[in-house]
């Protein structure tokens, strides 16, 4: 009366490692690239972090005289200055973190009529290749 299909239903074990394999190297293919995507993302910040921070140190050396001591001065008073001569804040909330959470370095050079800024980078060590901007 009926007769039995000889044809295979479903997918052999081997198929089935077969397929995760390419999915494990598709999906790591695609983690490398969103890690990269992502420590690019955190240098670009960071510049534009420094570029504010730098363009902020030039407006308060235009009212006060000087560049600030401390990269704090853009957002509280410092002692010794009136509201009207330190003309800020220049920072509406205090001086952002970098995207590795950790303090920028900050140098002024008044002598050379310019300041310094600077985040060590992803290995948190002054000197090496992800300091941003990198020292020469």
Avoid at 100 to 123: A, C, F, H, L
């Amino acid at each position: 009366m009926f007769k039995r299909s000889k044809r295979r239903k479903g997918f052999t074990l081997l198929e089935l490692l077969l397929v995760m394999a390419i999915l494990v190297v598709l999906a790591s293919l695609a983690g490398f690239s969103v890690m990269s995507m992502q420590a690019n993302a955190y240098s670009q910040a960071a510049y534009i972090q420094i570029q504010n921070l730098e363009d902020q140190c030039k407006a308060y050396k235009l009212h006060v005289g000087t560049y600030p001591n401390t990269l704090d001065d853009l957002h509280l008073m410092p002692s010794g200055l009136t509201k009207i001569r330190w003309g800020g804040p220049y920072l509406e909330d205090p001086v952002p973190m970098d995207p590795w959470n950790r303090e920028y370095q900050y140098t002024p050079d008044e002598q050379n009529e310019r300041v310094t800024i600077m985040s060590v980078g992803k290995d948190g060590t002054a000197g090496t290749d992800d300091d941003i901007p990198q020292i020469e």
